[in-house]
């Protein structure tokens, strides 16, 4: 968790006049999936997560047990955006293999 960052993305979106098209949670991951997969119709479009340490190996397995298909019925799953590190010699292939 981050505050000083989460205000530095606020301040970003207000400079860029894009702070009506997004709301900014300083939340554990996958506590925040959770959170967004409780009401489907109210949930997000996209989801944006920027914890490339640990992003496959925490916030993906709550994505799968948070996102049901079959509660998400009435609108498409949400685009969610996962950012990971990967080693210079890792090939597209690697990284599938990661997330998968």
């Given at each position: 968790l981050?505050?000083?960052?989460?205000?530095?993305?606020?301040?970003?979106?207000?400079i860029n006049r894009v702070e009506h098209n997004l709301k900014?949670?300083?939340m554990d991951g996958g506590d925040f999936i959770r959170w967004c997969a409780q009401d489907p119709l109210a949930g997000p479009d996209h989801?944006?997560?920027?914890?490339?340490?640990a992003a496959v190996e925490s916030i993906?397995?709550?994505v799968i047990q948070a996102f049901s298909p079959q509660q998400w019925t009435h609108r498409p799953l949400p685009m969610i955006h996962v950012y990971m590190f990967a080693r210079s010699d890792y090939t597209e292939k690697d990284i599938f293999d990661r997330i998968e």
């Amino acid at each position: 968790l981050n505050p000083v960052a989460t205000d530095y993305l606020k301040k970003n979106a207000m400079i860029n006049r894009v702070e009506h098209n997004l709301k900014v949670y300083n939340m554990d991951g996958g506590d925040f999936i959770r959170w967004c997969a409780q009401d489907p119709l109210a949930g997000p479009d996209h989801i944006v997560m920027n914890h490339p340490s640990a992003a496959v190996e925490s916030i993906l397995p709550a994505v799968i047990q948070a996102f049901s298909p079959q509660q998400w019925t009435h609108r498409p799953l949400p685009m969610i955006h996962v950012y990971m590190f990967a080693r210079s010699d890792y090939t597209e292939k690697d990284i599938f293999d990661r997330i998968e």
